[in-house]
């Protein structure tokens, strides 16, 4: 069964803390994605990569940086916390087929900065 | 911007009937693709249903279809014989070009009563 996985369903860090969220796919994927889902406002794209240590800002990514080492891991990395990035994070993966642009996801890892 | 755009932010439905949730997108695009993503409340993204811009026939996946609009630009999901386990959150979502992302609607969130 194919899968991402996300280290952490959920966290509590204290502002200012460095925070890594870590996703690893198992499916050969060459797109990797990271999303932040709040109320009422949907998805939003933070980054994405397309390529081993590619990556690509999406609409979001103030405040975030990631890094893609290795093909099946993608990691999100939070500086310094702070209390307005208190969110749920969901991963995902995607590669070619016939639904191309189809998105596989993590279960997500739920945030609190206090 | 190119946006994905869901007017219900939540509907009721009567368990076993059937529910529309409505969906309209922006683009300039001759070929894309169409999403539909179910989240219950444990937080995972479920794939229901792909609609391909060139697809002749309206795509369908056992209680879900999909009710594709092209001119009007609108990709609306239907789901037959409401269930209980319908109860989720409901997101419309488009390829957002070359970079293999999604861009998502603020989603809607689907109620069945029994």
Redesign the interface.
Known sequence: DVKVTQSSRYLVKRTGEKVFLECVQDMDHE?M?W?RQDP??????IY?S?DVKMK?K?DIPEGYSVSREKKERFSLILESASTNQTS?Y?C?S?GEGR??????????S?LTVL | AQKITQTQ?GMFVQEKEAVTLDCTYDTSDQSY?L?W?KQPS????I?LI?QGSYDEQNATEGRYSLNFQKARKSANLVISASQLGDSAMY?CAR??GS?????????TKLSVKP
């Open positions: 797109n994605f999303y009422g406002l949907g998805l939003r794209l994405f397309y690509e999406g749920m969901l995902a995607s639904r191309t642009g189809e998105l596989f996801f993590g279960e997500g739920r | 932010p693709g999403f993503y444990s937080g995972e993204m794939f792909y997101f390829k957002g970079q293999g992302n999604l861009i998502f609607g603020k989603g």
